[in-house]
């Protein structure tokens, strides 16, 4: 009797969170009596032959113990209301920059991150859409299968001229941007830490932008020039002394690194890349309640897709040769249109690293900082980015340097193609990293 009426009560302490939830009392005579959860008060054995149910209403029913074949608990399935999309606006420019911003909402809740868009019959990532291809669109939402108005707009090809020029948060060219340079080759143990050296330039411009916005560094942050006059910000120097860096790396696993504590590269073949050597962590204690909800996040690095994977991140190689590049299914101008959509992306929720190599179809790859773009306004098409190498080798003594570098299409090679930086002469776009800013959400 006892181990009956505990197990009732656990089952009632659980299901009366929730109102929607039904008690079904089934009768040897084949009879069943429901209750709502919220209409019941109390369940009492008053006697060894009765249960009583009493009920909110100050009803009370009772049922001969004998003649209960089964209790069941059902969940109502609540009707999933409807949901109604707008638009920011009717009508976009197609020069990729120009968007429109969609809001889905529900029973006057805005329910936008629950609910997934699509244009034009295709899942977008978020809720914002921007095209480089004129023409009519339709968009929808889907929310648990539930399924909006249709809206339509129209993207207009652009009438305007000239080149639009962004740069990141706080950076121009002459101030806002950074650029450790390595030491050199040797012994002193640099020559790998490209990578190194663009996460501290991303890093230190991060922490710049997450106190102009008003808050505190966590005394546990690296900030500030390099101690020692070794490199231009003391965070080269802190992953020169808390990684083993006899292998080259990825800015992604530096930044998740430092700020979360994340190993991502922890299922790598020994040898085959940089290992750090503490745990990092940096912002470790504020980043889920602080740092996610005002980021951008949404980035997945998957080692074995659906297994072995990193989420919420803020950094990630999403952009891949092979988007625009051979295996992209894109023919000539589009691969270069392709990586300019891209580029705008990455800083409009915040700043990119860029890896490239000299020869076109990948080989020897090296990290540089990307700080800023100018694109063809009639086109969409990138026409110049700014940059900084950790490689500026040739200047004594060596000077931070932003180069200007002109961005086209490689016939040849089919792939996107870079000069402005004398040591190189040409090189090519191989993968892209953005990073996002605080408050990019």
Not at 118 to 136: A, E, Q, R, W
Not at 293 to 310: M, Q, R
Not at 331 to 355: M, N, P, Q, W
Not at 388 to 394: G, N, Q, Y
Request: proline content about 2%; some cysteine; glycine content about 8%.
């Amino acid at each position: 009797m006892k181990k009956v009426l505990s197990f009732i009560t656990l089952c009632f302490i659980v299901i009366s969170v929730n109102a929607q939830n039904e008690v079904l009392i089934h009768k040897s005579n084949g009879e069943t009596t429901t209750f709502n959860t919220s209409e019941i008060d109390s369940i009492t054995f008053e006697t060894t032959d009765k249960m009583f149910i009493h009920q909110s209403n100050g009803e009370t029913t009772n049922i001969n113990r004998s003649d209960i074949d089964s209790i069941r608990f059902a969940q109502i399935q609540q009707e999933e209301q409807p949901i109604t999309l707008s638009a920011s606006t009717n009508s976009i420019i197609a020069n990729g920059i120009d968007k429109v911003i969609f809001t889905v909402m529900q029973e006057n809740n805005n329910v936008t991150d629950k609910a997934e868009i699509y244009v034009n019959d295709n899942l977008i990532s978020g809720n914002k859409f921007s095209t480089f291809t004129p023409g009519s669109y339709n968009a929808y939402a889907k929310k648990n299968g539930v399924v909006s108005n249709e809206i339509s707009f129209t993207a207009e090809a652009s009438s305007e001229t000239g080149t639009t020029v962004v740069f990141a948060e706080g950076v121009t060219t002459t101030s806002g941007w950074y650029d450790v340079n390595k030491v050199g080759a040797g012994d002193n143990g640099d020559i790998n830490m490209c990578w190194a050296a663009s996460c501290s330039n991303i890093i230190q411009w991060w922490q710049d932008r997450y106190v102009a916005a008003g808050n505190t560094l966590p005394a546990k942050a690296i900030t500030g020039p390099g101690s020692n006059g070794t490199y231009q910000l003391a965070l080269m120097d802190m992953f020169h002394s808390e990684w083993d860096n006899t292998k080259g790396g990825d800015i992604m696993m530096g930044v998740t690194w430092y700020f979360e504590g994340r190993n991502t590269q922890q299922y790598a073949s020994a040898g085959s890349i940089a290992v750090p050597l503490s745990e990092g962590g940096y912002y470790k204690e504020i980043w889920e309640s602080e740092i996610l909800p005002y980021t951008y996040h949404d980035y997945v690095y998957a080692i074995v897709p659906g297994v072995v994977e990193f989420d919420n991140l803020i950094c990630q190689e999403n952009n891949v040769y092979y988007i625009w590049g051979n295996g992209s299914g894109l023919v000539g101008i589009e691969r270069l249109k392709k990586f300019s959509e891209l580029v705008v992306d990455a800083f409009e929720k915040g700043i990119a690293s860029l890896t490239i190599s000299l020869n076109a179809n990948g080989g020897v790859q090296h990290a540089v900082t990307m700080w800023g773009y100018e694109i063809d306004n009639a086109t969409g098409l990138l026409t110049k980015v700014w940059l900084t190498d950790s490689d500026d080798l040739e200047t004594e003594p060596k000077e931070a340097i932003l180069h200007e570098c002109t961005v086209t299409y490689d016939e040849t090679s089919g792939t996107v193609k870079f000069t402005g930086i004398p040591r190189y002469g040409a090189f090519y776009a191989m993968n892209l990293w953005p990073v996002s800013k605080y408050g990019s959400r």
